[in-house]
């Protein structure tokens, strides 16, 4: 009984029981089985009741006892494995079974889930996981003397698990990827230029808008959400409303150029005028049907009123043309071309390029000078201003007065010209005309004044007593015609101090320039005050010559003035002062030259003159506004 | 007007005539109180001066004189023209209202005319 007893241990056990019945344990460290302690024996028949994969490993060496679930899992290692070192048994995964023993022998437990092992069950190497749970198996003396090992293996669900995550890993990157390139178009559609909206529906409700357009229709709070009547009413009046339902209800897309838009982009403020070049596109959902419209386009009103303006200039301009009666030409960047040239009757027209314009309008003669002129523009890029002699339509010899200014490109180079040609032919007549008749003017008054010359010598008797008065009323005559002959070269606008002072002295003492001394600043007098000063000056100095510092071999004249700046403008100070001559008296009669410089100069100037006797010399002052006629109107 | 000796103004641009006519009217037992040769000076005058009449030159420096014949009318001083234009120069408003004498002229035409201005 006991020994069919002894030789059913391990009772059942399905395979294993048998391969452990049959085992020669002799051979190993646990020797053989009739002679296993309960412990080791209760334990076998544990492992070999569990469903669960189990091994045992007992004892110092953990010679391997396990059941049928476990020999599954060993793979072709089954059967060598059983009775076998673990550490020998799975030599690939020793150092981790070392582990196990040394804690398990030690009373400790371990648990590994989902532990990674390289394993060669069935002679190649394969990747498995695991959940590991060892416990010690305690002996007669409750010492640990094996450890239970309960293996599960997890490979196929860890497989699943990470070819999960892989694709899980896969599909987050195209996510990302996907958020990215939406984020770029959205940021593009936001930033770009051209104003953009969508809009679904047939009430053309906003689903986006991007900021130029937002920037278009202004201020108006949130836009998405709104339909175009709620958010932007003034459009309907306009007949945008209109285009729109007609695109979302014909599917054709609406093409806009230049059109005129009112808005009120401001809150109370005034409507203002764009204009806009804009398409409305269908849009068409997967199925076919139309789902909305993507408005797009340019805000062009600067352009449009830029070019407006360039219109209205150049319209401006060709009327300026058109008005003018000035010959107007154009000119190839050298002048060797005459582009075209409209005469307005005065030349003859060139209406195609002619290079032979020289020839057709100048005179042989003239060339030269109308050359260098073009030289010294073109070298300059400066503005050619000539006038000069030209053949007029009709052949005859004309004047004309001619500038042309340079058209310049952006590097600076002259591209054409662009000239006006006045014709000056009759105002040129009229100048010389005018030239003319002043010279013979001046001849008349000069005859006029010899005239009253011979008239007196006639008339006057020629006796002693009246010879002087004879003598002073020619010297007299002589000075104003020598201030008319100043004039004359100013063709009667006035004279310098400086000139009117220096002729009329001329004739009175012309020896030495040290005994006339001139000294003051340019300026300049009317035609009546230079006639007047010259008579003035000429009474001066023929009393110096008679009576003052010119009668003897030393005296001097010394003729000054200075423009003294007043509150009430530039005043003139002049002064005649002679030195060095015989003692002055003072004449007991006043003559006509004292009379002159006190009483006549002075009102001529609307000044003071003073007159001074002085025993050392006389001296003569004048104080008078250079302009009399300062802070008047004229 | 005449008989008495009177104060007269000289208004005349040229130096010389100016002087000339003082003496003429001068040697007419006249007294010239003031002489001006440029027109805000004889327009100063005109309204300021204690004068029983004017001989006032219808162009002063190229200025015509109508403006102080104007303030002489406000005032009654009568006056006499003096041009070289002839009557032609002058204003046709003007000619009713004082003596017109056509330069050159002498002693003789200067004392007609100033006997012919009404009394002031």
Redesign the interface.
Known sequence: MNARFQGDFPIGGGEMGKLIRAFDWSRTELGPIEGWGPALRTSTNIVLQSPLALVMLWGPSGIMIYNDAYSEFAGQRHPQLLGSKVLEGWAEVADFNAKVLEVGLAGGTLSFKDQELTLYRNNVAEQVWMDLNYGPVLGEDNKPEGVLAIVVETTARVKAERALAEQQAVIEEANKRLSAESSFLRDLFEQAPSFMAMMSGPDHVFTLANAAYRGLVGDRGELVGKSVREAIPETDSQGFLGLLDSVYRSGQPFVGRGITAHLQRQRGAEMETRILDLIYQPVRSSSGEIAGIFAEGHDVTERATAEAQVKASEERLRALINATSDAVYRMSPDWREMRQLDGRGFLADADGPSIAWMEEYLFAEDEPLVQAAIAEAVRDKKPFQLEHRIRRQDGSQGWTFSRAVPLLNGTGEIVEWFGAASDVTARNKAEEHLRLVINELNHRVKNTLAMMQAIAAQTFPRSEHLAGAHANFSARIKALATASDLLTGERWVGASLRDATEKVLQPHHTDAPKRRIVRGPEVRL?A?SAI?LS?ALHELATNATKYGAWSGADGTVTIEWNVVRTGKGERLAFEWREEGGPPVVQPVRKG?GS??LE???A??L?GDTRLEFRPEGVVFRIDAPLD??AG?D? | MSGRRLQALVVE????I??MI?DMLTDLGHQVVA???????ALELAKTSEIDFVVLDVNL?G?MSFAVADALIERGVPFVFVTGYGAAGVDPKYRHQGIVLQKPFDLADLEKAIERLPPR
């Open positions: 009317t009546k007047s008579m006509f009379r002159l009483r006549g100069l009102a001529e609307s009399p006629y008047e004229r | 641009d040229e130096m010389t100016a002087l003082e002489m001006a040769m440029r027109l805000p000076q420096d200025h």
